[in-house]
């Protein structure tokens, strides 16, 4: 009976964490990137992101580009961060290309 609970729980542990993903937005602003110029810069949430500390702005990213494409990711290292943290810290990573 204990086998079967341990081996109920090791599965679905297993499970919750294929199911688990990093979520992209992806936003394309005029013609989109033209040359394939990259910046990133954090975005730093608190409380599994209800309260923004210091979030990136990509208008200024982009400087003065009319072309560009916005990602904003949950890559892994801000998962990682946000698991340590038990999402009292939950980063995000903006990315601009131009």
Do not use: W
Not at 14 to 25: N, P
Not at 80 to 96: D, E, M, S
Request: charged share 10%; proline share 3%.
């Amino acid at each position: 009976m204990m086998k079967k609970t341990v081996l109920h729980l090791i599965l679905l542990l297993g499970i919750s964490f294929a199911i688990t993903s990093c979520f992209t937005y992806t936003m394309t602003v005029g013609q989109g990137a033209q040359s394939g110029v990259e910046t990133r810069q954090m975005n730093h949430y608190l409380i599994y992101g209800l309260a923004p500390i210091d979030v990136s702005n990509p208008t200024e990213m982009a400087g003065g580009a009319e072309d560009y494409e916005v990602t904003i990711q949950h890559t892994f290292v801000d998962g990682l961060l946000n698991a340590i943290t038990f999402g009292i810290y939950t980063p995000t990573t903006t990315i601009v290309k131009k």
